[in-house]
């Protein structure tokens, strides 16, 4: 069974930084391409970063691009989401994903339950 959990969220005023974080379980991590993505209130879900199976590649949407940087370690099966220079547009719950299918088209196989990250203005 496959198991992903995501922890790192919190509040956080504008400017400032957090890190997720993305334990999988069920599944050898260096095997698939992760991200994550996000869903604000009220708002449709979107994607934010991928990175591939070897961590060779990243892609993001472009409005996180230069703020955001995914990585991950296959040893510890974990990927991690570091956000820096976060606006208040950037609250949403963002969820850790196993990926699928190509830039732009990118879709989740499995995914996590989520962590809520808010930024005060």
């Known amino acids: 069974q496959v198991q992903l959990v995501e922890s790192g969220g919190g509040l956080v005023q504008a400017g400032g930084s957090l890190r997720l974080s993305c334990t999988a379980s069920?599944?050898?991590?260096?095997?698939?391409?992760m991200g994550w993505f996000r869903q604000a209130p009220g708002k449709e879900r979107e994607f934010v970063a991928r990175s591939r199976w070897d961590g060779g590649s990243t892609d993001y949407t472009d409005s996180v691009k230069r703020r955001f940087v995914i990585s991950r370690d296959n040893a510890k099966n974990t990927v991690y989401l570091q956000m820096n220079s976060l606006k208040p547009e950037d609250t949403a719950v963002y969820y850790c994903?196993?990926?699928?299918?190509?830039?732009?088209?990118?879709?989740?196989?499995?995914w996590g339950k989520g962590t809520l990250v808010t930024v005060s203005s």
């Open positions: 069920g599944l050898t991590l260096s095997s698939y391409n």
């Open positions: 994903v196993v990926v699928t299918g190509q830039s732009p088209k990118y879709e989740g196989l499995y």
